[in-house]
Nanobody, 128 residues
Framework: QVQLVESGGGSVQAGGSLRLSCAASGITYSTYYWAWFRQAPGKEREGVATIDSAARTSYADSVKGRFTISQDNTKNTLYLQMNSLKPEDTAMYYC??????????????????????WGQGTQVTVSS
């Protein structure tokens, strides 16, 4: 059974940094592609960053240059380093994993339908 557990969320002031982690179990980590999504109150879930087994990454325009997605295959862990945080980054952050449709993932990396497993989320709050 796939289990994804996020951690590292918290409250910071604008301009601060946080590092989110997503520990995976019950899977062969390297065969999956991965993503971070976020959802703010009253808004739709949106993709933030993705990474595949070859470490190819993609980012939403709103976080480019500020967020970095990475992975440690030896620890089955996904990371999201978030710098220069803004109040508009406030949201629940979720990690997601998928492997069933790699070609769909490559053309639609931020489509939630590309992912089959989700964590429970970790809250990030950025104050001005």
């Amino acid at each position: 059974q796939v289990q994804l557990v996020e951690s590292g969320g918290g409250s910071v002031q604008a301009g601060g940094s946080l590092r989110l982690s997503c520990a995976a179990s019950g899977i062969t980590y390297s065969t999956y592609y991965w993503a971070w999504f976020r959802q703010a109150p009253g808004k739709e879930r949106e993709g933030v960053a993705t990474i595949d087994s070859a470490a190819r990454t993609s980012y939403a325009d709103s976080v480019k240059g500020r967020f970095t997605i990475s992975q440690d295959n030896t620890k089955n862990t996904l990371y999201l380093q978030m710098n220069s945080l803004k109040p508009e980054d406030t949201a629940m952050y979720y990690c997601a994993a998928g492997r069933d449709d790699y070609y769909f993932y490559r053309s639609h990396p931020f489509h939630s339908g590309a992912y089959t497993s989700w964590g429970q989320g970790t809250q990030v709050t950025v104050s001005s």
